[in-house]
């Protein structure tokens, strides 16, 4: 009912309903045909995608049609016309996508020619992404077709796609489309990814795919072995099945297999720049119905070393296997053979390979970008300002001067502005006011109206500014004098005849400013606020919200030993920095988790819950050991914020999240025996400074897997200190208290003698290894032996490594290396504390483990055997299905 509403109501407005129900199916695209008419579309006949006019996208440019020559009905529409660039170096398209920053797009720019001016010279140019070089552009004549794609994960909201005159003629475009990917596939450390390949082996209508059928719009080309042969079947792969990848059904219907049933499927590249990385992606699908008594069966291996397998397939459904490091090299080679007992040969259905794109240089702060673009709005202001304002540094806006920061990834801030000369009518934009960085600000000449607003006195870092020759009225904010009076700003405000430039105007407005109170208070008073907090939150919590005390400066004996050296936040700035706690990324001891991004660098904010228990208590354990203790392998804290009964902590984001999840097999990457152990030593590390480096000792008293965070190249690190103590060696050896912590990783021992002490720690942490090797679930209550340490001991008993390690891994690790690995867990699960390893030797026991896996492995190879050169291009057909 309410979809027919609104289809009536678009109806009646006169709205295309084919629009509509386009811009629907295809939510997280943008497809731009640049060069049509303004604010036109259309939706393309063969892959029903909805194009629109970069009208909207771009100021500069004008609108091209290709030559007639060129033109004809089988050539796709995106090509008939296209947008150039006779003036300005540089010239760009604004895209804000829906999804925003963080999430992975894949952006795609398409040129064609075609003569559309007449003067048959090809151009060549640069295309740019925000701050870095995408790419250059170069065309081999006037009716061939490149494409240039990037999966990208923007730090910023913008996505600018930019054309740069080089000097050898004027850049143009036909298209640019974005789609928005799931952000679980093609997981890398590397946030930018340049399309090599991507081939549909042993198509049988040599055509490529796109959208409809590939639901992200990736685009397949055909391919052929060399010595290959096609086995296909009509019936639906992956049909009512998710596969996170989306591979189209028609891709994977088809695939490769080598004629001679004996030899091998093998691909090469032959990379001209061996330090480039790549990523392969090879996707599988059986095709054939096997009967009972034949398999196909077969493993992978890389530059001749075995990388992957025995790799077994399921009917009609598709199977990835991809790269989790990049590999580089003068010569990369992959073969997919079969083992010896497979009955069938080895298949492969379709094919990916991508290049890490460095893309480091930073954009300008998505605030810093906001209000300029706010100020060129309302001042119209008539230069060439376009993509980023202060990227790439050579490009930087007339008018704009920037600062960069050390590190490549630090954010970029504008410090100076000149607007003088710029014909500017109305008032003074309250948007500077978020120019916080600025350090010189020039407005002169021009016509503004109206006061000198307070605001420009709240931005601490200006040393210059220039509102001479305009019509402002009023009188000047008195503390701008005083600054300019002593000296720390240059002040010029000539040249307006109605502006009363002393302190003893009449009508003072601003006289209040003298009362404000600083906004910057100091540590003590922080403290003293903070403190109240507690109080004031345990009163609430304890008898209900009703006759709190707001007496502030009550209980700072209590917490005499808090600093708080790191960044205090305000409310506001958790909101902005987690976009109004948009996105939840976990709950931990005592709130949820919140994602967000504290200047272009990814967080994790956790906040308190007013509904939490435990509540203050854990929060102030928490800050208090995090500000103390410092470690490789411990979360580490940015800051907190508290403000009203706003708690909050702000932590270095983690990109792969918890090791639980990544050890449940619901997670599509199986997290390999060298993979684990890493994790294992990491987190062994951490727990072992905690006893070992800190003094006195701290007990974590909740080490679980949900506790030890991962980050986006798999370095593990604990987290969650809500419940840790510290306890001093002059008591004793432990430590008397109320038994917290987790069901299952529950040391038997303290929980009945109340006595803690590190040994707790240990048997935690040998549950949590047991299930790194296993990757079961720590208890089954249905099970006669319902704890995983009883399970273990029974599956040790059968002698047998490989029922007790995690089945995804298959014969993936060494035999000694998991033995051992078995031999520490339950070493540290002993009922007796005493009996137990301390984490020091844990530590040691581990890294021998890691040793004797990462110890080199071999295998043989033979020849005559399916090839496929990946160097040689196959730009052979174009977007036509
Ligand atoms: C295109 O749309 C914009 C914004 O709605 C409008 O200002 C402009 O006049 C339109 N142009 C044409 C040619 O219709
Ligand atoms: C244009 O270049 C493509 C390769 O990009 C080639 O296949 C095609 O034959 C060329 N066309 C002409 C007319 O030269
Ligand atoms: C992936 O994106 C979705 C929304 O698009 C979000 O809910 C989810 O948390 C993201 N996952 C990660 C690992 O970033
Ligand atoms: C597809 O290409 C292969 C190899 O180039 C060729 O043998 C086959 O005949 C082609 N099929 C069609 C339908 O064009
Ligand atoms: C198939 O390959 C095997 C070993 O690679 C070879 O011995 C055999 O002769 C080949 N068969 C044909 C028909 O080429
Ligand atoms: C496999 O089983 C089928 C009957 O199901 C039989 O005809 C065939 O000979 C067997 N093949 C082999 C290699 O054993
Ligand atoms: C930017 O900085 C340069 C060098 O410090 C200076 O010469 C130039 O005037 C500045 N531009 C603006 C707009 O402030
Ligand atoms: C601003 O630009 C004008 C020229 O457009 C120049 O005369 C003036 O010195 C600049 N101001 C600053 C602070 O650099
Ligand atoms: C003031 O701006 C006008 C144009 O708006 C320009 O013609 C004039 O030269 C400028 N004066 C100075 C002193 O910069
Ligand atoms: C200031 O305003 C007066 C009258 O309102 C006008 O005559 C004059 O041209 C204005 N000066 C500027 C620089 O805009």
């Keep these: 009912m309410e979809m027919l509403k609104y289809l009536l109501f678009a109806y009646f407005c006169g709205l295309s309903l084919n629009a509509l129900v386009h811009a629907q199916a295809q939510s997280g695209f943008i497809s731009i045909d640049c060069g049509i008419a303004e604010n036109t579309s259309y939706t393309d006949k063969t892959t029903g995608l909805y194009y629109i006019s970069d009208s909207s996208f771009i100021e500069t440019g004008v609108s091209k049609s290709i030559s007639l020559q060129y033109n004809s009905d089988t050539r796709e529409q995106q090509f008939w016309n ?23 797009y894949l952006i795609r720019a398409s040129f064609m020619y075609g003569n559309y001016d007449s003067k048959d010279t090809i151009p060549a140019f640069d295309l740019y992404l925000g701050a870095n070089k995408w790419d250059s552009v170069k065309l081999d004549n006037a009716s061939s077709i490149t494409v240039m794609e990037i999966m990208h994960i923007p730090s910023s909201n913008y996505v600018f796609v930019c054309l740069l005159n080089t000097g050898y003629g004027t850049p143009f475009i036909s298209a640019l489309e974005l ?25 049988i209508t040599n055509k490529s795919i796109r959208y409809k059928d590939d639901a992200f719009d990736r685009i397949w080309r055909p391919y052929h072995f060399l010595f290959g042969e096609t086995l296909s079947t009509l019936l639906a792969i992956d049909s009512g099945a998710q596969n996170i990848y989306q591979l189209p059904s028609v891709v994977m219907q088809t695939a490769a297999t080598p004629k001679n049933a004996s030899s091998n499927l093998e691909f090469y590249m032959r990379p001209s720049n061996p330090t480039a990385q790549y990523y392969v992606y090879m996707h599988f699908a059986e095709v054939e119905k096997l009967e009972a008594n034949q398999s196909r069966e077969f493993n992978i291996y890389q530059n001749d070393e075995y990388w992957n397998g025995p790799i077994t397939l399921d009917y ?11 590999v580089s090299g003068d010569r990369i080679d992959y073969s997919i053979r079969k083992t010896e007992t497979s009955t069938h040969p080895p298949i492969l259905s379709a094919l990916e390979v991508y290049i890490v794109h460095d893309l480091s240089e930073s954009q300008t702060d998505d605030q810093d970008v906001d209000l300029i673009i706010n100020v060129k709005k309302k001042y119209g202001v008539k230069r060439n300002w376009q993509g980023d304002p202060c990227a790439p540094k050579a490009y930087i806006w007339e008018g704009l001067n920037c600062s960069y920061g050390q590190e490549s990834h630090d954010p970029v801030r504008i410090i100076s502005l000149n607007l003088s000369s710029g014909g500017l009518t109305g008032d003074i934009a309250s948007y500077i006011s978020d120019l916080t960085m600025i350090e010189s ?4 000449n021009n016509s503004l109206t109206g006061s000198v607003p307070d605001f420009l006195s709240k931005l601490q870092y200006l040393k210059f500014l220039d509102l001479s020759a305009n019509n402002l009225t009023g009188s000047i904010p008195i503390e701008l004098l005083e600054r300019s009076t002593s000296g720390s700003l240059q002040l010029s405000v000539s040249g307006n005849p109605e502006l009363c430039s002393s302190s003893s105007c009449k009508n003072n407005k601003n006289k209040n400013n003298k009362f404000v109170v600083p906004l910057i208070a100091s540590m003590a008073t922080l403290f003293v606020l903070l403190i109240a907090l507690a109080i004031l939150w345990t009163l609430k919590r304890r008898k209900g919200a009703v006759g709190v005390n707001t007496n502030k400066t009550k209980g700072i004996r209590k917490f005499g030993s808090l600093q708080l050296a790191n960044h205090q936040f305000t409310y506001s700035e958790i909101l902005d920095m987690t976009n109004n706690f948009e996105r939840v990324i976990g709950r931990g001891g005592f709130g949820t988790v919140y994602h967000g991004y504290l200047n272009n660098i990814q967080v994790a904010v956790k906040m308190l819950s007013e509904s939490s228990s435990q509540g203050y208590k854990e929060f102030q354990a928490e800050v208090k050991l995090l500000m103390r203790v410092h470690h490789r392998n411990l979360t580490s804290l940015v800051g907190y914020c508290k403000e009203d009964s706003y708690l909050g902590l702000i932590y270095e984001y983690m990109a792969n999240g918890n090791l639980q999840r990544h050890l449940s097999d619901k997670n599509a990457y199986t997290l390999s025996w060298e993979d684990r152990m890493r994790i294992a030593v990491d987190a ?3 727990l072992e400074y905690l006893h070992n480096g800190c003094k006195p000792p701290i007990i974590h008293r909740d080490i679980k897997t949900t506790n030890i965070l991962l980050n986006e190249k798999l370095q593990a690190k604990l987290a969650d200190f809500g419940l840790s103590r510290a306890f001093s060696f002059e008591s004793g050896t432990h430590l008397s208290t109320a038994v917290a912590g987790t069901l299952g990783y529950l040391d038997p021992e303290y929980y009945m003698s109340n006595w803690l002490h590190e040994k707790s720690d240990v048997y935690s942490f040998g549950v949590a290894l047991l299930e790194i090797i296993t990757s079961r679930p720590v208890l089954v209550q249905t099970d006669d032996k319902p704890h995983i340490s009883q399970w273990v001991s029974f599956m040790v008993e059968t002698g047998e490594i490989k029922n007790i390690i995690d089945p995804r891994l298959r014969d993936n690790f060494n035999i000694s290396s998991a033995w051992k690995a078995v031999e520490i867990a339950s070493a540290c699960v002993r009922r007796k504390s005493i009996e137990r390893p301390t984490m020091n030797q844990v530590v040691m026991e581990l890294k021998e483990c890691l040793a004797l896996e990462i110890a080199p492995r071999k ?23």
């Design 82 to 104: 296209v947008r150039s660039f006779p003036d300005g170096i540089k010239n760009c398209y604004t895209l804000k996508p829906a999804q925003g920053r963080g999430n992975r």
């Design 179 to 203: 789609r928005h990917l799931t952000n679980n596939t093609y997981r890398t450390p590397s946030e930018s990814l340049v399309l090599y390949r991507r081939l549909d082996m042993g198509t």
């Design 316 to 326: 009609l459904h598709s199977t990835t296997i991809f790269s989790t490091s990049p």
């Design 441 to 444: 600000l020039d407005l002169s």
């Design 684 to 686: 062994a590390q951490g």
């Design 859 to 881: 295998d043989g190879h033979d020849t005559n055997n399916s090839i496929m050169n990946l160097n040689v291009d196959t730009h052979l057909t174009p977007f036509a299905r």
